[in-house]
């Protein structure tokens, strides 16, 4: 079985105690919320004891498909937030928000290219980026 690569980017945000307090600053409903205390799904099946998440997140994923490059989803994501600008960019007064890119590579080199505009845009909201890339192996 040949797996594809994927690429997330989403905009997740820790640090808080209920969800709908960052839902109601952003003006945006996540893609996907994470309680304390959940399991980490993909390291549960190795240890269940150690694989579980340490605090809340609220997540919201750029929309685009996971075989998309990074720069597209970007883009998409901060389509998404541009509007909000003033609420996205005071986050991290509250909050501990970043721009978070995953990458899953099983069989091809993961390159990048962003354009200085897009990192403008990531300055002006007043929010990080943080790039994990993972090689796995194929299953075939």
Same mark, same amino acid.
């Given at each position: 079985?040949?797996?594809?690569?994927?690429?997330?980017?989403?905009?997740?945000?820790?640090?808080?105690?209920?969800?709908?307090?960052?839902?109601?600053?952003?003006?945006?409903?996540?893609?996907?919320?994470?309680?304390?205390?959940? *399991?980490? =799904?993909?390291?549960?099946?190795?240890?269940? %004891?150690?694989? #579980?998440?340490?605090?809340?997140? !609220?997540? +919201?994923?750029? *929309?685009? =498909?996971?075989?998309?490059?990074?720069?597209? %989803?970007?883009? #998409?994501?901060?389509?998404?937030? !541009?509007? +909000?600008?003033?609420?996205?960019?005071?986050?991290?007064?509250?909050?501990?928000?970043?721009?978070?890119?995953?990458?899953?590579?099983?069989?091809?080199?993961?390159?990048?290219?962003?354009?200085?505009?897009?990192?403008?845009?990531?300055?002006?909201?007043?929010?990080?980026?943080?790039?994990?890339?993972?090689?796995?192996?194929?299953?075939?």
């Amino acid at each position: 079985m040949v797996t594809q690569d994927e690429i997330k980017v989403e905009l997740i945000v820790s640090g808080f105690d209920a969800h709908e307090d960052v839902t109601k600053l952003v003006g945006l409903k996540p893609t996907k919320i994470i309680h304390k205390g959940e *399991g980490i =799904r993909t390291l549960q099946q190795e240890n269940p %004891q150690s694989a #579980l998440y340490t605090e809340n997140m !609220w997540i +919201l994923s750029s *929309g685009g =498909r996971e075989s998309l490059d990074i720069e597209t %989803q970007l883009d #998409l994501l901060l389509d998404k937030l !541009w509007p +909000l600008r003033t609420q996205v960019s005071d986050l991290n007064k509250k909050y501990e928000a970043e721009v978070s890119v995953h990458g899953y590579v099983y069989h091809s080199q993961l390159g990048m290219h962003i354009k200085p505009e897009l990192f403008k845009r990531l300055a002006s909201l007043n929010l990080p980026l943080d790039l994990d890339i993972y090689t796995l192996e194929s299953e075939d």
